[in-house]
């Protein structure tokens, strides 16, 4: 579990998150969702030891500082929500990457597995610089998995942070993406992803986090957090949440519109 | 384990983007490069004195000359050991600052390092008639090597201090900090330069043109010692680097020690450089060209590029050095001049076919 108490953080002297409080249980996939600017890839570059913060962070029970860089790399993986590579390395080798925290570095074809996994089958040998956006991402999703691809390793469920994962992708390759992070707590991982998309989030969460101003508003599962409500006084639009049809879930979905429906 | 069976060239279709076995044929190739440069090294000469041919004697039981001797043992063979070293110290101190600045033009001349120990030199050369005797005594002909050195080591700590806020080095301030630091040592140098005496003016511009025509093995023992240790750091370095190329916190996040590995390297290149501008003056663009040539041919893995770079290093050196000493002899022409005229063209060459690939 990671279990964050009263997280500030300021940075060059303005204050970005405001004593933030939130929880995200072991085998569930936890999204971060909240307007631009609320603080949510702060939080999640707080929690991954990124960023100084005031309060305390514990992941599975110990302070985060207390864990060695190579302890944090074998429990946890972090895709950021933009990754520039300075050389030019083929898709391959920017997957192999992945094997640097040695889990599974005896695992040569593992790579080539997981870009399969990703939709990246045969691009092995393509230059990362001259892949879409699209496809960055999913590579880079590919190293991340390849660095905890056992959702849980020594009785122990391993984590994703996942930044943003699909705000390069069509939405076929979202519902994948989504799916793979699904699959990945399925099998006992557990997942933090800061989310643009609310229906996604709704789709594919077990717990939400709403932040605005750099502050949580409310945490819960999906349908007691996406409400007209909370939507309404954190994003500052209209918004009408509307129940899915039956076949796809009865999850809540989300239309911001600019009537005033009363 | 390397095999050369037909087999392997179909693995190294760019398709399946893995390139350690090439990369691991490069190096057995370089160095194969590097023993034939070595003996060659040994062979050419004003002199026409030839290593084969002194072998051939011994082998056939004559004694080999003392002129022989002298030439082949006393004068090329330190200054071939010494380009081996200082061609491998260069090659792989521009590889380890690309990888730590993330762009592949950085270079030690880039931050300063060079340019400080440049400094160290010169004002060893036109102040140290004021050196105190006692001191003069004791340094005696090290007293340019030495001052180089610690002109680079005091500007590469310099730079840290600078570039270092709560354990956070900064790249960006270290290279804008390089440039302020290589533009002052620069001023001090030409400050220097004006006070320079004739016969100190001829020193300076061939210690600054770069040659490894002072290479003794008294000199040699000055310079192996810190170039071996920094050349045997760089294996500790290699998948930090990989892992750098991703960012500072990505590479944090697979589990490398982010803050300690670029302490590692800004060491490391501040005693290879060091030790080498101490010793053979400013040579340049080894440092630039070979990490490139080789990015391109086997791709940025620092686990091979870094001993590729040596071995190509030292080859590049060597090649330039029988240029140097064989093309006006008896006379000498400094190496520098060779670099940079067999490595800027060439340098400008990689830039113009590879603008569309290369994003610099």
Same mark, same amino acid.
Request: charged residues 15%; glycine residues 10%.
């Given at each position: 579990?990671?279990?964050?108490?009263?997280?500030?953080?300021?940075?060059?002297?303005?204050?970005?998150?405001?004593?933030?409080?939130?929880?995200?249980?072991?085998?569930?996939?936890?999204?971060?969702?909240?307007?631009?600017?609320?603080?949510?890839?702060?939080?999640?570059?707080?929690?991954?030891?990124?960023?100084?913060?005031?309060?305390?962070?514990?992941?599975?029970?110990?302070?985060?500082?207390?864990?060695?860089?190579?302890?944090?790399?074998?429990?946890?993986?972090?895709?950021?929500?933009?990754?520039?590579?300075?050389?030019?390395?083929?898709?391959?080798?920017?997957?192999?990457?992945?094997?640097?925290?040695?889990?599974?570095?005896?695992?040569?074809?593992?790579?080539?597995?997981?870009?399969?996994?990703?939709?990246?089958?045969?691009?092995?040998?393509?230059?990362?610089?001259?892949?879409?956006?699209?496809?960055?991402?999913?590579?880079?999703?590919?190293?991340?998995?390849?660095?905890?691809?056992?959702?849980?390793?020594?009785?122990?469920?391993?984590?994703?942070?996942?930044?943003?994962?699909?705000?390069?992708?069509?939405?076929?390759?979202?519902?994948?993406?989504?799916?793979?992070?699904?699959?990945?707590?399925?099998?006992?991982?557990?997942?933090?992803?800061?989310?643009?998309?609310?229906?996604?989030?709704?789709?594919?969460?077990?717990?939400?986090?709403?932040?605005?101003?750099?502050?949580?508003?409310?945490?819960?599962?999906?349908?007691?957090?996406?409400?007209?409500?909370?939507?309404?006084?954190?994003?500052?639009?209209?918004?009408?949440?509307?129940?899915?049809?039956?076949?796809?879930?009865?999850?809540?979905?989300?239309?911001?519109?600019?009537?005033?429906?009363? | 384990?390397?095999?050369?069976?037909?087999?392997?060239?179909?693995?190294?279709?760019?398709?399946?983007?893995?390139?350690?076995?090439?990369?691991?044929?490069?190096?057995?190739?370089?160095?194969?490069?590097?023993?034939?440069?070595?003996?060659?090294?040994?062979?050419?000469?004003?002199?026409?004195?030839?290593?084969?041919?002194?072998?051939?004697?011994?082998?056939?039981?004559?004694?080999?000359?003392?002129?022989?001797?002298?030439?082949?043992?006393?004068?090329? *063979?330190?200054?071939? !050991?010494? %380009? +081996?070293?200082? @061609? =491998?110290? /260069?090659?792989?101190?521009? &590889?380890?600052?690309? $990888?730590?600045?993330?762009?592949?033009? *950085?270079?030690?001349? !880039?931050? %300063? +390092?060079?340019? @400080? =120990?440049? /400094?160290?030199?010169?004002? &060893?050369?036109?102040? $140290?008639?004021?050196?105190?005797?006692?001191?003069?005594?004791?340094?005696?002909?090290?007293?340019?090597?030495?001052?180089?050195?610690?002109?680079?080591?005091?500007?590469?700590?310099?730079?840290?201090?600078?570039?270092?806020?709560?354990?956070?080095?900064?790249?960006?301030?270290?290279?804008?900090?390089?440039?302020?630091?290589?533009?002052?040592?620069?001023?001090?140098?030409?400050?220097?330069?004006?006070?320079?005496?004739?016969?100190?003016?001829?020193?300076?511009?061939?210690?600054?043109?770069?040659?490894?025509?002072?290479?003794?093995?008294?000199?040699?023992?000055?310079?192996?010692?810190?170039?071996?240790?920094?050349?045997?750091?760089?294996?500790?370095?290699?998948?930090?680097?990989?892992?750098?190329?991703?960012?500072?916190?990505?590479?944090?996040?697979?589990?490398?020690?982010?803050?300690?590995?670029?302490?590692?390297?800004?060491?490391?290149?501040?005693?290879?450089?060091?030790?080498?501008?101490?010793?053979?003056?400013?040579?340049?663009?080894?440092?630039?060209?070979?990490?490139?040539?080789?990015?391109?041919?086997?791709?940025?893995?620092?686990?091979?590029?870094?001993?590729?770079?040596?071995?190509?290093?030292?080859?590049?050196?060597?090649?330039?050095?029988?240029?140097?000493?064989?093309?006006?002899?008896?006379?000498?022409?400094?190496?520098?001049?060779?670099?940079?005229?067999?490595?800027?063209?060439?340098?400008?060459?990689?830039?113009?076919?590879?603008?569309?690939?290369?994003?610099?």
């Amino acid at each position: 579990m990671i279990d964050a108490q009263k997280i500030s953080v300021t940075l060059s002297g303005a204050p970005i998150l405001n004593e933030v409080s939130f929880r995200a249980q072991a085998g569930q996939l936890t999204a971060v969702v909240g307007p631009n600017g609320s603080g949510k890839t702060t939080l999640l570059k707080a929690a991954t030891g990124e960023l100084p913060y005031s309060g305390v962070i514990d992941l599975d029970g110990r302070d985060i500082q207390d864990y060695s860089t190579a302890d944090l790399a074998a429990r946890r993986a972090v895709l950021p929500q933009a990754a520039a590579l300075a050389f030019p390395f083929t898709v391959l080798e920017v997957v192999r990457l992945g094997l640097l925290s040695g889990l599974h570095a005896e695992d040569d074809d593992l790579p080539s597995r997981v870009l399969a996994h990703v939709g990246l089958a045969g691009f092995e040998g393509r230059f990362y610089h001259a892949l879409s956006g699209g496809e960055q991402q999913r590579c880079q999703l590919a190293r991340v998995l390849v660095q905890v691809w056992q959702p849980v390793r020594s009785g122990r469920s391993s984590w994703l942070f996942l930044d943003e994962p699909v705000s390069a992708l069509d939405i076929g390759y979202q519902l994948e993406v989504m799916q793979i992070a699904r699959d990945f707590v399925d099998k006992g991982g557990s997942v933090v992803a800061v989310m643009h998309d609310l229906n996604l989030t709704s789709m594919f969460a077990d717990s939400v986090a709403l932040l605005a101003g750099g502050r949580l508003l409310v945490q819960g599962d999906p349908t007691t957090v996406l409400t007209d409500q909370h939507l309404s006084a954190a994003y500052n639009c209209n918004v009408r949440v509307n129940v899915a049809p039956e076949q796809i879930g009865q999850v809540p979905f989300i239309l911001p519109h600019m009537a005033s429906l009363g | 384990m390397v095999t050369f069976d037909t087999s392997i060239a179909s693995k190294f279709r760019r398709s399946s983007g893995d390139r350690r076995d090439l990369a691991m044929r490069v190096i057995w190739i370089s160095a194969l490069l590097l023993a034939v440069m070595i003996v060659a090294s040994l062979t050419v000469g004003a002199s026409g004195t030839s290593l084969l041919a002194a072998l051939m004697d011994w082998a056939s039981g004559l004694d080999i000359g003392l002129r022989e001797r002298v030439i082949l043992f006393d004068i090329r *063979a330190p200054r071939t !050991l010494m %380009g +081996v070293l200082v @061609g =491998a110290s /260069l090659a792989v101190s521009g &590889a380890v600052m690309q $990888g730590l600045f993330r762009n592949p033009l *950085a270079d030690p001349g !880039l931050v %300063g +390092v060079s340019a @400080g =120990a440049g /400094l160290g030199a010169i004002l &060893a050369i036109v102040l $140290g008639g004021l050196l105190p005797p006692a001191i003069a005594a004791f340094t005696g002909i090290y007293t340019v090597p030495m001052a180089a050195f610690l002109g680079g080591w005091l500007t590469t700590m310099l730079l840290y201090r600078v570039s270092t806020n709560r354990g956070r080095t900064s790249v960006a301030v270290m290279l804008l900090a390089g440039i302020a630091v290589g533009a002052l040592s620069g001023a001090l140098s030409g400050v220097l330069v004006y006070m320079a005496d004739d016969a100190q003016l001829r020193d300076l511009t061939f210690w600054g043109l770069g040659s490894l025509a002072g290479a003794t093995w008294t000199k040699f023992a000055v310079a192996a010692p810190l170039i071996a240790l920094s050349l045997a750091a760089t294996p500790f370095l290699a998948k930090g680097l990989n892992a750098l190329t991703l960012g500072e916190a990505t590479a944090q996040h697979l589990g490398i020690r982010v803050q300690l590995m670029k302490n590692v390297a800004i060491l490391t290149v501040a005693g290879a450089t060091g030790a080498a501008v101490a010793v053979s003056g400013g040579i340049g663009f080894v440092g630039i060209v070979i990490p490139h040539l080789l990015r391109l041919a086997i791709g940025p893995d620092h686990r091979y590029l870094l001993p590729a770079s040596a071995l190509l290093g030292g080859s590049l050196l060597l090649f330039s050095d029988m240029i140097s000493r064989t093309i006006i002899a008896p006379a000498e022409l400094p190496i520098g001049i060779v670099t940079a005229t067999i490595g800027g063209p060439f340098f400008l060459y990689i830039l113009l076919r590879n603008r569309g690939v290369l994003d610099i």
